[in-house]
């Protein structure tokens, strides 16, 4: 396997990663806001406590958002900064979802 090819294994890895509209916008809250606990972002994104604290724990496992304890809290972060700027892109790309 070649560097290139290592390069896109990562990119779709990541692509993966992120995914679905619930893990999309914890990634833009938290990149809006700094860090955030589960139920600070369930409030910006009216997603179900647990249904976001799956998703926030399986993004922390693939790398991308890392946390710490606070008290009885645990507070996310980006760790992957660079994801909304690939999010950003994403959105501006004029492809046709009705297809």
């Not at 972060?77 to 501006?92: P, R, T």
Request: with cysteine; glycine share 6%; aromatic share 4%.
């Amino acid at each position: 396997m070649n560097k290139h090819t290592k390069q896109l294994e990562k990119a779709a890895f990541i692509l993966k990663s992120i995914a679905h509209p619930t893990r999309l916008a914890a990634i833009e809250y938290l990149n809006k806001i700094g860090k955030a606990n589960v139920g600070e972002i369930c409030m910006a994104t009216g997603c179900e406590q647990s249904l976001m604290s799956h998703h926030l724990i399986a993004m922390k496992l693939k790398g991308l958002l890392q946390s710490q304890k606070e008290g009885t809290s645990i507070i996310y972060s980006l760790k992957e900064k660079q994801l909304c700027a690939v999010i950003q892109l994403m959105e501006n790309c004029n492809c046709n979802m009705n297809s």
